[in-house]
């Protein structure tokens, strides 16, 4: 097995949801700085953040995102990475400028795909802006994969301008998602043996596809991503109580496997962020 221990990354919030529909969802600062903790107490290293404002509603707000990254750096010791994707509805100049806000790590997606009823896009030219802006601004991008194709977009894009900032390939497989790559194993496993030889990966698989690809994920050697971004039912008719119930679940799974969860310090090695 190449990876000994399991780096689990939360994934809190999102943008999609209504904090309505979804009572338990962190919108807040001082909810989403209170999930962190709880979440670092069991067992995730990362989280990826999506913030809202005022209204609960999803925004890039400059201002906000520095005081995001502030509160959980003070908080805890998770390494915080900033999602660039935002919602569907934001520009490509608010989502570049997530980066002067100067969190760990980004979100970077290697292509566009069909979202539900509606286009995340991520056309060449900004997927190259904003990776170069990430090796200029010394944040350590996560390459996100919605599809097959996304994975023949990051060869290029590395073979394009190098190496990322801190040196080691990062994937995310994001599974399951209406208009992207099926959530199964089959589908793990072919998009895994595309990756560069040297990358390490997470997945994580939307709503009921979330368990599958936990298993599947360890199988293949690969790290979890859950959180309520991506899972709202914890199973058949039982909404999700909390993000951290999540992560002790991916825990207790990645314990099975023998490969318990890692602490931010050995994330931060693996993937060359520093402190
Ligand atoms: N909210 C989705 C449109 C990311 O964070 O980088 C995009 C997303 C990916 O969540
Ligand atoms: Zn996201």
């Not at 097959?148 to 190496?163: E, I, M, Q, W």
Request: proline residues 7%; negative net charge.
């Amino acid at each position: 097995m190449a990876n000994a221990a399991t780096l689990i990354t939360v994934a809190p919030t999102g943008a999609e949801l209504d904090k309505s529909a979804v009572p338990a969802l962190p919108v807040t600062l001082d909810e989403l700085v209170m999930t962190a903790k709880e979440c670092q107490q069991a067992g995730a290293a990362i989280i990826h953040v999506h913030i809202r404002d005022a209204d609960a509603r999803p925004t890039l707000d400059p201002g906000r995102l520095k005081d995001t990254v502030h509160a959980l750096r003070e908080g805890t010791d998770l390494i915080v990475q900033l999602s660039t994707g935002g919602a569907v509805t934001d520009p490509y100049e608010r989502r570049l400028a997530v980066l002067d806000a100067a969190p760990d790590g980004c979100s970077l997606t290697c292509g566009t795909v069909n979202f539900g009823d509606d286009v995340f896009m991520n056309p060449w030219p900004f997927m190259c802006e904003l990776y170069v802006r990430t090796q200029e601004l010394g944040v350590v991008p996560e390459f996100e994969l919605f599809d097959l194709g996304h994975v023949a977009s990051l060869h290029r894009l590395l073979d394009k301008y190098g190496p990322p900032f801190g040196g080691h390939v990062h994937c995310d497989l994001v599974m399951g998602v209406p208009g992207g790559m099926a959530g199964d194993a089959a589908t793990l496993v072919r998009v895994v043996g595309a990756l560069p030889e040297e990358a390490t990966w997470s997945a994580t698989g939307i709503g009921r596809t979330s368990v599958p690809v936990m298993f599947a994920a360890l199988a293949a050697g690969g790290h979890l991503r859950v959180g309520m971004e991506d899972t709202t039912t914890y199973s058949r008719g039982r909404p999700v109580a909390s993000n951290a119930e999540l992560v002790s679940r991916a825990g207790r799974l990645a314990d099975l496997a023998q490969r318990p969860p890692m602490g931010p310090d050995q994330a931060r090695e693996m993937l060359g962020i520093a402190r």
